[in-house]
């Protein structure tokens, strides 16, 4: 009595069912989702992202924080070559400066760029990891700028690879809260109705009286900036989102066939809510929490951007184009790039999301 395939609109909206059925409506799902070109590119996009957060210290050729004031503004691919002094093949770096007289100066010695070497000491996952092997590196005392440097001479690759780890830290806690408070309240507004539902719906539409950027800055002033306040205020400005969601899909299930069954056995009303109800309702929850991510970083970057989210020298993205943005006519690069991964990985989250909004409502399927 707890499975009925035509809750979320069919079989093939049903990954989480049971039996033979539940095993056909999975791979049904599953080889639409994975045959959509839309799908292919977003989990490319998102499954790059994770793999860089994942071996961030390792990827990153040098420290994020650290600053090299002769080397400031350097700009993306200079000093680098792909033949060496002698005419070798492969990539050689030679130094760069920058002269407040001359602008940017190259040296004349070339060093070879090798892969898997040691650099600086990194610690990772709370002091769990810890080692000196890089990625790549440079086989002498010069550094490769692969994007350029920004106003302190520090590397940009290195920033925006751990100002990744950041932004998904952000969106994860965000997320968590706006779903662990938001399909709670919608749940128990959309399945018990009456006096209960009108109370909770007024308070929503109260939240829902504001943009979601606007009520996360009014929290963020309210608690203060720094980015634990940030994810506090996100997921705050979330939970309006999850609890209408909820509370529609509750809605459309509450009076089905296996509901009034669980009634009638005599299960009190909790447990089939948790037991018979939540469990119909969850392929929304999964789409709205893919494109949720999406709208998490966004805000993350614009309350950085503003100045109320992460403070310097945290690698933080929207921290980053701010910076950037004093910077835009001698050195465009340092706010380009960190404009471009918050673009590429808003755009990743969502092209998922829209992906699993197509495998798993069986109306759109084709």
Do not use: C
């Not at 799908?39 to 998102?46: D, E, R």
């Not at 205020?233 to 009076?255: D, E, K, Q, T, W």
């Amino acid at each position: 009595m707890t499975e009925d395939p035509t809750a979320l609109g069919g079989e093939t909206a049903r990954p989480g069912a049971t039996g033979a059925k539940g095993r056909d409506a999975r791979k049904r799902w599953r080889r639409q989702l994975f045959r959509s070109p839309v799908a292919v590119v977003g989990f490319s996009i998102i499954g790059f992202f994770l793999v860089v957060v994942a071996f961030a210290p390792f990827i990153a050729p040098y420290s994020p924080t650290r600053q090299t004031l002769r080397s400031t503004y350097v700009p993306p691919g200079i000093g680098v070559s792909l033949r060496g002094p002698e005419g070798q093949l492969g990539v050689w770096v030679r130094e760069v400066t920058r002269s407040p007289s001359a602008g940017v100066v190259v040296g004349e010695d070339a060093y070879p760029v090798r892969l898997l070497v040691r650099g600086e000491r990194w610690t990772w996952f709370f002091g769990l990891v810890s080692s000196e092997w890089k990625l790549f590196g440079v086989d002498g005392p010069v550094r490769f700028y692969v994007m350029g440097t920004d106003e302190q001479g520090r590397d940009l690759l290195s920033r925006l690879i751990h100002g990744a780890w950041i932004s998904l830290f952000i969106g994860l806690i965000a997320i968590s809260i706006g779903a662990g408070i938001g399909v709670p309240v919608g749940a128990v507004s959309g399945f018990y109705a009456g006096t209960t539902d009108l109370v909770i719906q007024r308070l929503i539409d109260i939240m829902l009286a504001f943009p979601g950027i606007l009520l996360a800055i009014v929290l963020v002033a309210t608690f203060g900036t720094g980015l634990r306040n940030v994810m506090i205020a996100v997921g705050i400005a979330a939970i309006p989102i999850y609890a209408r969601l909820v509370r529609g899909s509750v809605l459309s299930v509450r009076n089905r066939e296996y509901v009034e069954a669980a009634r009638a056995l005599g299960l009190r009303s909790l447990p089939t809510l948790v037991r018979h109800v939540l469990p119909n309702v969850m392929a929304p929850i999964i789409v709205q929490s893919s494109l949720q991510m999406a709208i998490a970083i966004l805000f993350a970057a614009g309350l950085g951007f503003l100045g109320l989210g992460a403070k310097p020298p945290q690698p933080e993205w929207g921290l980053m184009l701010a910076r950037g943005r004093e910077y835009l006519a001698v050195a465009p690069h340092v706010a380009t790039f960190p404009g471009l991964a918050i673009v590429v990985v808003v755009l990743g989250f969502n092209l998922v999301g829209d992906a699993l909004r197509d495998a798993l409502d069986p109306r759109l399927a084709r």
